[in-house]
């Protein structure tokens, strides 16, 4: 894909259609240690929204329920999928044998102190950590990012140079974001990780968006 995009027919057809956020943005050539975040969720918003899949538009997933809002900048990278290799690399870290990958591209929330009016964007973030999170016997891992050259967090190196209270609030919000009457959803997070697994699970992700869409781009040519 990363081919395809980078040639002249390529850079054309990007000028006349919008780019697939998922599979038409190139996730960064410093990848893992810097990568693009597409931006779906900002903290101002009360509606949820998702990437709808088949066509790259924003999609009304469900209004909030509840006084939860994200804390921070919420999206997901692009020619990222959680599939095969990171459902193993969950299994390893927690000892269990039944995780699988969601299927999805691995999400991100991206601290910084600005207070952007909107989602539907793209931003330079820097991976520093990340939640391991189970939602069910599936692996859903939340990346954990700074804005690249934020004034207030562009200096973190490591997710446990981020104040405490900063990540209590991002774990709360994710471990009742899916909360709703009448269901029974059980997800958890067994673990907080630093920026060296953070690596490991976007590489791992970009293995997977390989095996699972390299046949995406002769299908596009």
Same mark, same amino acid.
């Given at each position: 894909?990363?081919?395809?995009?980078?040639?002249?027919?390529?850079?054309?057809?990007?000028?006349?259609?919008?780019?697939?956020?998922?599979? =038409?943005? @190139?996730?960064?050539? &410093?990848?893992?240690?810097?990568?693009?975040?597409? *931006?779906? !969720?900002?903290?101002? $918003? #009360? +509606?949820?929204?998702?990437?709808?899949?088949?066509?790259?538009?924003?999609?009304?997933?469900?209004?909030?329920?509840?006084?939860?809002?994200?804390?921070?900048?919420?999206?997901?990278?692009?020619?990222?999928?959680?599939?095969?290799?990171?459902?193993?690399?969950?299994?390893?870290?927690?000892?269990?044998?039944?995780?699988?990958?969601?299927?999805?591209?691995?999400?991100?929330?991206?601290?910084?102190?600005?207070?952007?009016?909107?989602?539907?964007?793209?931003?330079?973030?820097?991976?520093? =950590?990340? @939640?391991?999170?189970? &939602?069910?016997?599936?692996?859903?891992?939340?990346? *954990?990012? !700074?804005?690249?050259? $934020? #004034? +207030?967090?562009?200096?973190?190196?490591?997710?446990?140079?981020?104040?405490?209270?900063?990540?209590?609030?991002?774990?709360?919000?994710?471990?009742?974001?899916?909360?709703?009457?009448?269901?029974?959803?059980?997800?958890?997070?067994?673990?907080?990780?630093?920026?060296?697994?953070?690596?490991?699970?976007?590489?791992?992700?970009?293995?997977?968006?390989?095996?699972?869409?390299?046949?995406?781009?002769?299908?596009?040519?």
């Amino acid at each position: 894909m990363a081919d395809r995009l980078s040639d002249p027919i390529g850079r054309l057809m990007g000028l006349r259609y919008k780019s697939h956020p998922w599979h =038409g943005v @190139f996730l960064g050539k &410093d990848a893992p240690v810097e990568v693009t975040a597409f *931006i779906e !969720v900002v903290p101002t $918003d #009360t +509606v949820k929204y998702e990437i709808d899949k088949d066509s790259g538009y924003l999609r009304v997933d469900r209004p909030q329920k509840f006084s939860n809002v994200v804390p921070a900048l919420y999206g997901f990278i692009p020619q990222t999928f959680c599939g095969e290799k990171v459902g193993e690399y969950c299994n390893q870290k927690t000892g269990r044998k039944d995780i699988k990958g969601d299927g999805d591209p691995i999400d991100i929330c991206v601290l910084t102190e600005k207070a952007l009016s909107h989602g539907d964007l793209l931003v330079n973030a820097r991976p520093i =950590g990340g @939640f391991r999170m189970i &939602d069910g016997n599936q692996a859903d891992d939340k990346i *954990i990012a !700074v804005l690249r050259n $934020d #004034t +207030v967090y562009g200096h973190f190196r490591n997710l446990d140079e981020v104040p405490k209270i900063v990540i209590q609030r991002l774990e709360h919000y994710f471990l009742t974001y899916k909360d709703m009457p009448g269901e029974d959803r059980y997800t958890e997070i067994p673990a907080i990780y630093g920026v060296e697994e953070a690596y490991e699970v976007i590489k791992r992700s970009m293995e997977d968006y390989h095996n699972k869409f390299d046949n995406l781009g002769k299908l596009l040519t």
